[in-house]
């Protein structure tokens, strides 16, 4: 099975694009991975996302690591592999839904919030563990405080992360960030700002690079 982290080559970020409509979920990682992003996440609950990742397995550089996000039943698990999905992502922790998964051979981040949830979710063999939505909650300071007692669990910061402070995340203990809506902002709608996107993406960058340097 593929590790999640390794595969994003020094950068470990993903972009979850989630819109009404998936219909421009294509062009916008386009720009995202042209700025270095090295993930990106396309929400099961954005219309059209099965077929944006079918159309961006195509498109987008072989290396580009194409996932599925908010994953709840196990046949979502099959249609987004079908699809072309190298990993699964979800809210939630459901067992069938990761052992649907685990058959399959694919990476399967399940959600959780608390230390409870956290640790019941890291028994069922997976990578790492999505923890959302972090921002509420207490963003960094939160993060940090889980990462001290459960050092062995890979924890996925999500849901209100600020695009400058990917890498404070990372330099918190975070094993992936994960950037929505600060990153995204209009761009996944009809007439949203492409080019402000790209600024964006490149500041994201930009803070993860400055973790890695030091």
Do not use: C
């Not at 067992?95 to 399959?104: K, N």
């Not at 404070?168 to 700002?193: K, M």
């Amino acid at each position: 099975m593929m590790q999640l982290r390794e595969a994003m080559k020094g950068r470990p970020a993903i972009a979850v694009l989630r819109a009404p409509d998936a219909g421009r979920f294509v062009e916008v990682s386009l720009i995202l991975v042209d700025a270095g992003i090295p993930a990106v996440e396309f929400t099961l609950t954005s219309a059209g996302a099965l077929d944006a990742i079918r159309h961006a397995k195509k498109v987008l550089p072989a290396d580009v690591l194409i996932g599925a996000g908010t994953v709840r039943t196990a046949e979502q698990v099959r249609q987004a592999v079908d699809a072309g999905a190298s990993f699964l992502v979800s809210q939630v922790t459901d067992p069938d839904v990761i052992e649907a998964a685990h058959e399959l051979g694919v990476p399967f981040v399940p959600g959780a919030l608390t230390p409870n949830e956290i640790v019941r979710a890291w028994r069922y063999g997976v990578q790492a563990v999505k923890v959302s939505p972090i921002g509420p909650v207490g963003g960094i300071g939160y993060l940090a405080e889980l990462v001290g007692p459960l050092p062995d669990i890979p924890l996925v910061p999500t849901g209100g992360v600020l695009v400058d402070e990917a890498g404070a995340y990372l330099a918190a203990g975070a094993a992936v960030v994960g950037l929505s809506r600060d990153l995204t902002r209009d761009a996944l709608l009809p007439g949203g700002d492409l080019a402000a996107l790209a600024e964006r993406a490149a500041r994201a960058i930009r803070s993860v690079d400055t973790w890695r340097e030091q």
